[in-house]
């Protein structure tokens, strides 16, 4: 596959104050990743593009992916954060819309201490102006929260979401009944995406294959089918479970029965489509 628009990477310069959640097992992330070390990592393909997304729930960081995105035609749109609970919310939302390449925005939900957070109400006024402004929002859980997920997918029907990560099932204990049973739900929705991305660093981080990715990824089709699927990277979190180009081998040996133009789809067009960004 020659055309990419990897759906989820990040960039950051490090430091271990803001970037506490990178641990000593993960002492190949305290580094700085820039894009030209992604576009180092994506050189076996022709033609790649990117969205970048948030790591810091800073609004300093998505004023800086977005001024990368003004200078760098890699990158084809930016994931940001913004204070959604914030009663200012659109002011943010409208000023940086302003820079153009503000694709959609993310909160980790994953981290927050009450499993309800998702349900707030002043959260979910804020994914409103988002739909008000033509925006996505990416959906960043692990399996435990998926019913609350459930419950706050059903509250927007006419906002577009995608889900990182597959949401994160545990894929290193086998875990799947659960999981596979609230993805079916979510899938259900016609507004709610899917990212093939993040597998890596929830299964065995050093021995992991495409055997046993394979169940979750079989879901993934069945369930959202390939036009509501996408590639991404999560580079350079991958790099602790094999990297980048491990990954992408895996998925395109993975997807190799599906057409051209089904492949085509989840690698560059479905991203681009609901990110609402040029091929």
């Given amino acids: 596959m020659n055309r990419i628009i990897d759906a989820h990477h990040h960039l950051w ?3 271990k104050n803001e970037y506490g959640w990178i641990g000593d ?4 992330l305290k580094q700085n990743f820039t894009m030209d070390d992604f576009r180092r990592e994506t050189a076996f393909a022709a033609d790649v593009k990117s969205i970048a997304v948030q790591a810091r729930q800073t609004l300093e960081e998505t004023e800086w992916l977005l001024s990368l995105s003004g200078t760098d035609r890699t990158v084809a749109g930016v994931v940001g954060w913004v204070p959604l609970r914030s009663p200012v919310v659109r002011e943010h939302l409208e000023r940086l819309k302003e820079h153009g390449k503000l694709a959609g925005v993310r909160h980790v939900i994953q981290d927050e201490p009450d499993p ?3 349900l707030r109400n002043d959260f979910n006024e804020g994914i409103s102006v988002l739909r008000d402004l033509g925006l996505s929002y990416d959906i960043l859980v692990t399996e435990i ?3 609350q997920t459930v419950a706050f997918v059903k509250g927007h029907p006419d906002q577009p979401f995608i889900i990182d990560h597959i949401a994160k099932p545990d894929i290193r204990s086998g875990s799947f009944e659960n999981w596979s049973r609230y993805m079916t739900e979510l899938a259900a929705f016609e507004n709610v995406n899917c990212k093939l ?3 890596v660093t929830e299964a065995d981080w050093n021995n992991w294959t495409i055997t046993n990715l394979k169940p979750y990824l079989d879901k993934m089709l069945e369930s959202f089918g ?4 996408m590639f991404g990277s999560d580079w350079p979190v991958c790099l602790v479970a094999g990297g980048y180009k491990k990954w992408f081998r895996a998925l395109d040996s993975y997807l190799s029965g599906l057409s051209e133009a089904e492949r085509e789809g989840i690698y560059s067009s ?4 609901f990110y609402g960004v040029e091929l």
């Fill in 13 to 15: 310069n490090y430091n």
């Fill in 25 to 28: 097992s993960m002492a190949v």
């Fill in 116 to 118: 309800g957070f998702i």
């Fill in 145 to 147: 929260q998926l019913p």
């Fill in 197 to 199: 991305s993040g597998m």
């Fill in 226 to 229: 390939p036009d509501r699927l």
């Fill in 270 to 273: 479905n991203a681009a489509r």
